[in-house]
Nanobody, 123 residues
Framework: QVQLVESGGGLVQAGGSLRLSCAAS????????MGWFRQAPGKEREFVAA???????IYADSVKGRFTISRDNAKNTVYLQMNSLKPEDTAVYYC?????????????????WGQGTQVTVSS
């Protein structure tokens, strides 16, 4: 069992930055692919970024070049650095853990989810 707790969300102006954190329980954090998804009001949850056990990052086209995902296995924590934020980045951001070896870009790839943290970008 893995528990995930996100933090770092908030209100920021367009062009600004935020860093989200996701703290995971359990001693097997290092074996998981960790991902971030987001869900805007009235829209489906969508993939944002993932980081594999190796540290290799995967990004949605909409955030490539603006967002950076990283992990600190010693702290059981994954981060999402979000720069050059746009109003369309406004959403609830969810952290997720994937024990498998799939594409890591689909909701069904993930086994555990956090409760989410709100990110609001004003224009």
């Amino acid at each position: 069992q893995v528990q995930l707790v996100e933090s770092g969300g908030g209100l920021v102006q367009a062009g600004g930055s935020l860093r989200l954190s996701c703290a995971a329980s359990g001693r097997t954090f290092s074996v998981y692919t960790m991902g971030w998804f987001r869900q805007a009001p009235g829209k489906e949850r969508e993939f944002v970024a993932a980081v594999r056990r190796s540290g290799i990052g995967i990004y949605a086209d909409s955030v490539k070049g603006r967002f950076t995902i990283s992990r600190d296995n010693a702290k059981n924590t994954v981060y999402l650095q979000m720069n050059s934020l746009k109003p369309e980045d406004t959403a609830v951001y969810y952290c997720a853990a994937d024990l498998g070896i799939g594409a890591a870009t689909e909701i069904d790839d993930y086994d555990y989810w956090g409760q989410g943290t709100q990110v609001t970008v004003s224009s």
